[in-house]
């Protein structure tokens, strides 16, 4: 694995766990969401039918390839049921915050 080079440590390693519960998907993602893992999610996302809620609370990095990803994800429906500090950051920055974190419900 490659060394991270923003504070030397390696990176957090890509997961996705997907449970159901209460008539809706709940998909939690950790690790970095980037070039390089997009495709998992988009892959993950395209074998669920219904309505997902993703927890991003354990995204320790995510790039412009994840932000577009996350996108298109809510605008196909899914919601973004909690966001880490570098997520909620990258949603602010970006302006996106409203649309991607208070959707309604």
Known sequence: MAEDRRHGALPERFGIETTRQDG?????VTG?????????LEAALSRLSGPVVLDL???SFIDSMGL???LR???NGCTIGK????VSRLFRMTGFE????????
């Open 24 to 28: 809706h998907w709940a998909m939690v």
């Open 83 to 86: 966001a880490s500090p570098a």
């Open 98 to 105: 409203e649309e991607l974190l208070h959707k309604p419900r």
């Open 57 to 59: 609370s354990k995204v």
């Open 73 to 75: 994800a809510t605008r």
């Open 68 to 70: 577009t990803s996350l």
């Open 32 to 40: 970095e969401v980037e070039l390089a893992t997009v495709g998992k």
